[in-house]
């Protein structure tokens, strides 16, 4: 236990190293919502009559939208960095060579990216929440439920993300064909998919439906297109989610204890 706790530790170390990676992915996380919230003050302060405050329950909205495409993106890249850099650089030859177990070495990948990842999150979401607040000028503020809601969310869908790269990554050996699937599959293949009433209920299987129901003021039933939805419980979702979570992850593993070193 020690032992892969250290290469736990080793492999976080590694990631958080990369510079390039980590700038990326603040400026993706905390510096999108700073952004954001920066253009929608300054839109409101130019006019107020037409633009309504940056904050209160509207921006919290705003900001899910931003979290599902900024923060998914920096969820991917980091997994499918954790996933592939060994085999990338080379390293993975000098690792097994050492002994060191191959099943291991795929373990202590997804707690290492995990590390990387929900930090960053949970700092956006901080920042965010203080800007509802501080920029609501009298409108609604969001619950207490909601803010927990979403937070459970973006946890959610971050993990999740994360996880998938990562096991694609080590799959295919290469982060780049890790980042352009799921980023093609998250923005085009699911949501097309989701619109085939053809394939029913079924399409509560598709990950980014899953996630969906686990939005704040999300209900049983998932309106899919105008006149099409399915219904989905909370456990189902969440029982969704860790399938696929179960699934890249454990091919993820084969394919490192099965390569060639």
Partial sequence: MNRL???????????RTRRGLMALTAVLTVGGIVLANLVLSLYHLSNAGQYGPAGGAHGLANATTLFEVTGSLAAILVGATAGAQQFESGVFRSLVATGRSRFAI?????????MVILPMLLVAYGVEIGAVYLFAGGTALPSTTTVLVELGWIMA???LDC?????????????AGAVGLLVAWEVAGSRLIERFSAFGSWRGLISTVATDRLLPNATDTIQLTRAD???????AALAVVAAWILVASTLG?????????
């Fill in 5 to 15: 706790a250290a290469m736990i530790n080793a492999e976080f170390l590694v990631l």
């Fill in 106 to 114: 795929a373990l202590s990948r997804i707690p290492a990216a995990l």
């Fill in 157 to 159: 869908v971050g993990v």
């Fill in 163 to 175: 996880c998938l790269a990562l096991g694609i990554a080590a799959l295919t050996g290469t982060r």
């Fill in 229 to 235: 939805s399915i219904t989905l419980s909370v456990g």
């Fill in 253 to 261: 593993v084969w394919r490192t204890v099965t390569r060639d070193a």
